[in-house]
């Protein structure tokens, strides 16, 4: 049967593992408690001691005063390049401007020059620190038995010795720290002389704020200096550009007068003149070719426009008109051979040869024209072409130009730039001001900063109680014995059958635990080793041989060996107690009293002597197979087989055969004779035997004694026990205890 076969057999011992389960992810309160009270007296005396500590520490350190002064910051620096004309900020943009300052106000620099501004090298104080340091040196000047450092001269190397440790020194008690989240910051020093720490925290917060003046001036002084060799460079520049702009425009034809070159200009002026003359000879040439037309047709002097609007012709018309009207009168009047009619035809005649002749006249005048207009138009477009090659001649050299006018534009604004820059720091010369501002002095302090003895009293307290409740736990962690049944099942994976209290803690009277069980078998001993044999039958069966022993020696096996058989006899039960510690034989000795000569199980092996020859009675009911002869060094261990065939020979005997055997761990025979038993019951001392030892014990076993193997813890104290343990009968044994007393009354 396997040990968890042999254990959680019945449905009683599965609840309780179920149980075990689900508990075991909760927070484990009342374990704590048991852990703490277990390890009250580590708890308590590890909390005592750090308070101790921490109250000595508040009266023997020495103390020291901080000493702040408040800066705040006013605005950014002002650059020394140019820069845009937007208005700064009172305040800097910033908080990393804010964490800047604080890391320039804690450099080593400005450390320097506080120890040259307060002359600390000539410090007493400071030069003790040649030769002394640390908390020794601190608490003997306290108790006065530091010795004052001598103010004589020093060595180069010493000087520059002690100036490095003196900068050290202040720069590690410095404290700067912005105020929340403004953009201001404390400065603290800390120091064991009040008034020193003072001056200290004071001489940081002004020579901070005097070296951002005296930063500014020189700055000042070196962009004056820059700015007005730079001016000179870029005037030349500047000049020389702009020259080679307008040399470009002149060698490049790109005058202009009005926004626009001269070229631009004249082609503007011939696009007019082209359109002017092109509508002119457009309409000359109209004209003269209408004019040709009607002349062909015969329209001659009737429908010729040109005609129509000349003077000469309109005159020549209207005489005409006096003939032809004439010429009809005389034609009705006069015959057609009348002087007068025929003189009138022939006037008639000559005025139509002087239109006609006005008319070929006008034509040719209009022929003329248009000849002139075409002429015209072609020098204006020829013109024009001209021009448009210019210009884009002229394009193409406005491409270096305006790379040329981009550099002068820029020579010219940064020259301008800087000017106006050189301007503004000569005006600003010897108006400088610091970027920030001292809002308070720092004032002596009148109360120490450190130690603060309630801090390090409370300080002390919590650390006490957080030390002692790690002391408790470690100690706890570090403890290897069993404590209780949970410890026994859950470590060695085994049965706990129970355990057997230390008489003492019981009743102080009690000197023979066999006496008490038999003469009062309901005390709180008699039930708790009658409790063990139930809980061995309960468990296991058959169960009829059981072998008691231990891992170690000195575990009370052999005391509950004695205890078990009293109680089963004293029950009406036939038991027998067989001694197989051929060692030592401790129950032989302690429990058997053997006549002269008396035979014991060494003879009954050997077969010299019968089982009934060997025995004696206990006073108490029960037999013993005592060791009366003891094992020679060079005698045979006690055979299995002849154990094995005695053991067989008493179970037809004894309803109970005990079997009290050597510590498993240091003897063989106990592994051999466990084979024997059908119960194993392994004794180890309450909080005292190592678990490691037991299951060590178990596993040098046989495999098949292994699986009917239960714990048995004696000397347990019965009054301590609950603090220890929250489960079994010992976990509410205040609960009980009055119940047997009040039994006997």
């Keep these: 049967m396997s040990v ?6 019945d449905d009683a011992e599965a609840a309780y593992a179920q149980r075990a389960d689900i508990v ?44 702040t002064a408040v800066v705040i910051l006013n605005s950014n620096d002002t650059p020394v390049t140019p820069s845009s004309d937007k208005q700064k900020s009172d305040v800097p943009e910033t908080s990393s401007d804010v964490e800047t300052e604080i890391a320039i106000l804690t450099s080593r620099d400005i450390a320097a020059k506080v120890v040259d501004y307060l002359h600390l090298e000539n410090d007493p104080d400071m030069r003790a620190l040649l030769s002394n ?38 720069t590690a008690n410095l404290s700067v720290q912005r105020v929340s989240s403004a953009y201001a910051f404390s400065v603290g020093y800390t120091e064991v002389n009040p008034i020193r720490a003072t001056a200290i925290a004071n001489a940081f917060a002004h020579i901070y704020t005097d070296e951002q003046i005296r930063q500014k001036q020189q700055q000042n002084l070196q962009a004056v200096k820059l700015l007005g060799e730079r001016i000179e460079k870029l005037k030349s520049q500047a000049q020389a550009d702009f020259d080679a702009v307008q040399h470009y425009r002149i060698d490049n034809n790109l005058l202009s007068t009005t926004g626009a070159t001269l070229t631009e200009q004249e082609i503007s002026a011939y696009n007019q003149q082209v359109a002017s003359a092109r509508a002119e000879a457009a309409a000359d040439q109209a004209n003269l070719i209408t004019a040709r037309t009607q002349l062909r047709t015969g329209s001659v002097g009737d429908d010729v426009g040109v005609a129509l609007s000349s003077p000469v012709i309109q005159s020549l018309r209207v005489k005409r008109a006096e003939l032809s009207a004439r010429v009809a009168e005389y034609a009705g009047t006069l015959g057609p051979k009348n002087p007068d009619f025929l003189d009138a035809l022939r006037q ?22 248009s000849h002139i207009s075409q002429q015209r138009l072609a020098s204006l477009s020829g013109s024009l072409g001209g021009a448009q090659g210019t210009l884009a001649q002229n394009n193409r050299a406005m491409v270096a130009l305006d790379d040329l006018q981009r550099k002068a534009d820029t020579s010219q604004a940064l020259y301008e730039s800087y000017l106006n820059r050189y301007k503004e720091a ?15 002095d720092a004032r002596i302090p009148m109360a120490p900063s450190f130690p603060k003895k309630p801090y390090f009293l409370t300080l002390g307290l919590l650390l006490g109680l957080g030390g ?23 470590r060695l994976g085994v049965p706990f059958f129970g355990g057997l209290p230390e008489f003492a803690t019981l009743d102080p009277e009690v000197k ?13 001993l008699a039930q708790a080793v009658r409790g063990i044999l139930t809980k061995v039958r309960q468990s296991i069966e058959p169960n009829k041989v059981m072998m008691i022993s231990s891992a170690l020696p000195a575990e009370g096996k052999t005391t509950l060996t004695a205890c078990l058989a009293q109680s089963a006899a004293r029950a009406g039960e036939r038991v027998i107690v067989v001694d197989c510690d051929s060692i030592r034989r401790q129950f032989s000795l302690d429990h058997a009293q053997p006549a002269p000569g008396k035979p014991g199980l060494k003879e009954v092996l050997a077969g010299e002597v019968t089982i009934a020859a060997a025995l004696q009675e206990h006073k108490g009911g029960f037999h013993i197979l005592p060791i009366t002869t003891a094992f020679d060094a060079d005698d045979a261990p006690i055979d299995r087989a002849r154990m094995e065939a005695l053991t067989a020979q008493l179970r037809e005997h004894f309803s109970l055969v005990l079997l009290d055997t050597a510590p498993i761990l240091p003897v063989a025979e106990g592994r051999e004779l466990a084979a024997l038993a059908d119960v194993v019951i392994l004794t180890g001392r309450w909080r005292h035997t190592a678990e490691k030892a037991i299951a060590g014990a178990i596993e040098l076993l046989p495999p098949s004694a292994r699986g009917a193997v239960g714990v048995v813890l004696s000397r347990i104290n019965v009054k301590q026990q609950s603090r220890f343990t929250r489960e079994g009968v010992g976990a509410f044994y205040h609960s009980y205890k009055d119940y047997y007393h009040a039994q006997h009354s």
């Design 4 to 9: 968890a076969g042999a254990y959680y057999q």
């Design 24 to 67: 075991a992810d909760r927070l484990d309160l009342k374990g704590l408690w048991l852990l703490l009270r277990r390890r009250i007296r580590v708890f308590f005396y590890t909390a005592i001691i750090i308070f101790d500590i921490a109250a000595l520490l508040s009266v023997w350190l020495p103390a020291k005063y901080t000493a």
């Design 133 to 170: 340091s640390g908390i020794v040196h601190s608490l003997a000047k306290k108790l006065g038995l530091a010795k004052p450092q001598p103010l004589g001269p020093l060595s180069e190397t010493d000087r520059a010795r002690l100036r490095e440790l003196v900068i050290n020194r202040l």
């Design 348 to 369: 008639l005649a000559d005025v139509d040869l002087q239109i006609q002749a006005e008319i070929n006249r006008t034509i040719s005048n209009l022929d003329a024209k």
């Design 426 to 440: 000569v005006a600003s010369d010897g108006a400088e001001r610091a970027d920030s501002r001292l809002v308070s």
């Design 468 to 490: 002692g409740f790690v002391a408790a736990v470690a100690t706890e962690l570090a403890f290897t014995g069993l404590t209780s049944g949970d410890d026994v099942k859950r």
């Design 512 to 524: 023979d635990p066999l006496a008490a069980i038999h003469a009062t078998p309901r005390s709180p």
